[in-house]
């Protein structure tokens, strides 16, 4: 692929509202963690999209679930023209206002410079959409009538819905496109970008993307025996580790060629270099979950060779260990015999939960901070390098597939 220039971030996560707080809860992960799960759930057991369970139901358990508790639309988007959103589309437009104001192109709403509406696109990715307007859509349908259901709110349960108000609510008039692809749909978004850029479809892409905490998913995750609950061990990285916990958030990088980036007087902040991906399919069809080093090691490798850097390089690798403990070994045993056992290895997801889409997206995010200087953390293997020049970003998928992507400094 052709280099693509990072020149504006927007973070929407459990710990921080904005890019700069996220780099300053990255440096102090402990502190990090201990907000994003702070309090109970606010997504779980709402009143408004669940009722009390049915007799003879099982009530959920207490949740332990990274959310982004103070976040406040109005405060950051007005208080008009965001009623009937949903979450998911609110953390992306935030995400997608900021990343425009960071990288010059917007300032108090309005396009500044040479890149105008119809030069930027959006390459958006979601994991599971907007579950919570399905269920409360459903709930209506099913306790009280269709006829009941608010047409102004039907939208948002079309899955690429988000990233449409997104380019609505910003006025980007260039192409606008939604993977799906699990934990990886992020990292994909970016061989997308590239494409589209490539054939000059536009001038600059919003790259990213997003997922939320719904009951829906968690109970689903539950039955999988994928929840940490209670007092189990969710310890990302470690073998001793019975689950992971759920998290939410968005993010978006601004993306352009290189070279155009540095003809507007652009700050590029770093470079993505590299992409690959991989699948390596169940020994049994009947499996849900499906943990393989093939896949994750292979989609590394090609991602290397596609950015010409050699392992020798890298700095970091932001792996996306859950706490899902077949799945973090099998990652972390495809890095060591990638890399060997001296290399870095960040868990964000211990301070993120499993965010899905927005993992990966955050991972990106965390790549930029961490060649901005913060130091890598926290660490699951290695040691954190003095300086990070290269990071390698992956995602594993829950059926065989994986992605990577390696971002460098500028």
Not at 81 to 95: E, M, Q, S, W
Not at 101 to 127: N, R, Y
Not at 225 to 241: F, L, M, Q, T, W
Not at 266 to 293: D, S
């Amino acid at each position: 692929m052709k280099p693509l220039a990072i020149t504006g971030l927007g973070t929407v996560a459990p710990f921080a509202l904005d890019f700069e707080a996220f780099k300053a809860g990255l440096a102090d992960p402990d502190d990090a963690r201990r907000r994003a799960f702070e309090g109970p759930s606010t997504a779980l057991g709402d009143e408004k999209l669940a009722p009390q369970p049915k007799e003879g139901s099982p009530e959920l358990p207490t949740a332990h679930t990274a959310e982004c508790r103070g976040f406040d639309a109005n405060a950051l988007l007005g208080d008009k023209g965001h009623r009937n959103f949903d979450r998911l589309t609110k953390y992306l437009i935030v995400a997608a206002k900021r990343a425009l104001e960071g990288a010059g192109v917007k300032k108090d709403g309005q396009f500044v410079g040479p890149i105008t509406a119809e030069h930027i696109g959006i390459c958006s990715s979601t994991a599971y959409g907007s579950l919570d307007s399905i269920t409360e859509l459903n709930l209506v349908a099913e306790l009280e009538d269709p006829r009941y259901i608010n047409p102004a709110r039907f939208p948002n349960t079309v899955i690429n819905a988000a990233a449409g108000y997104v380019s609505i609510w910003e006025d980007l008039r260039a192409p606008n496109t939604t993977v799906v692809n699990g934990n990886c749909g992020a990292l994909d978004a970016v061989l997308v970008a590239e494409t589209h850029l490539a054939h000059r479809r536009a001038d600059a892409f919003l790259v990213g993307g997003g997922d939320v905490v719904t009951e829906p998913l968690y109970t689903a995750f539950r039955k999988l025996a994928a929840i940490a609950e209670g007092d189990e061990v969710c310890e990302p990285g470690s073998d001793r580790s019975t689950g992971l916990h759920l998290g939410e958030g968005a993010a978006y990088l601004l993306c352009e060629r290189r070279d155009d980036a540095e003809a507007r007087g652009a700050r590029v902040r770093a470079v993505i270099a590299g992409y690959g991906t991989a699948f390596e399919p169940p020994l049994n069809e009947a499996l849900l979950l499906n943990a393989t080093p093939v896949a994750i090691g292979r989609a590394m490798r090609l991602a290397l060779d596609d950015a010409g850097v050699p392992a020798s390089a890298v700095s970091v690798v932001c792996s996306s260990a859950s706490g899902l403990a077949r799945y973090d070994v099998a990652e972390l045993h495809a890095i060591e015999q990638l890399f060997g056992t001296d290399i870095a290895v960040a868990a964000p997801k211990s301070m993120l939960g499993e965010a899905f889409a927005a993992s990966a997206a955050l991972g990106l995010a965390a790549a930029v901070a961490w060649i901005e200087g913060v130091a890598p953390a926290p660490l699951i293997a290695g040691r954190a390098p003095e300086k990070v020049d290269v990071v390698v970003v992956t995602a594993m998928g829950y059926y065989g597939n994986a992605s990577a992507v390696v971002v460098k400094r500028a």
